[in-house]
């Protein structure tokens, strides 16, 4: 069974950082995709970023270009968000979910995953 644990959320001032992680856990292949969605109070989840571990693809949605960076530990099923200059408008919770064994150029449409974390709360203050 595919288990996935975000850590790394918190309050944090505008500018700040943050590095959210995911860990992967049962999986039964390398090849995946791992992609971080948020959901802001009476909002949709939105897909922010995604990583690719068949061919290193990553993917981001246009509002955190630049700020934001997705990355996988090359010992762990882990993928990390580094989240920087951050925003009052990025203030979510952040969850990250896992295509297993394959990836997809629909990365951003949550109705694709089948696996899904708890989610982290992340609170960016003006």
């Known amino acids: 069974q595919v288990q996935l644990v975000e850590s790394g959320g918190g309050l944090v001032q505008a500018g700040g950082s943050l590095r959210l992680s995911c860990a992967a856990s049962g999986l039964r292949t390398t090849f995946y995709e791992i992609t971080w969605f948020r959901q802001a109070p009476g909002k949709g989840r939105e897909g922010v970023s995604s990583?690719?571990?068949?061919?290193?693809?990553?993917n981001y949605v246009d509002s955190v270009k630049g700020r934001f960076t997705v990355s996988k530990d090359n010992d762990k099923n882990t993928v990390y968000l580094q989240m920087n200059s951050l925003k009052p408008d990025d203030t979510a919770v952040y969850y990250c979910?896992?295509?297993?064994?394959?990836?997809?150029?629909?990365?951003?449409?949550?109705?694709?995953?089948?696996?899904w974390g708890q989610g982290t709360q992340v609170t960016v203050s003006s």
């Open positions: 990583f690719c571990t068949i061919n290193g693809r990553t």
């Open positions: 979910a896992a295509l297993h064994g394959w990836c997809d150029d629909k990365w951003s449409q949550s109705n694709i995953y089948d696996h």
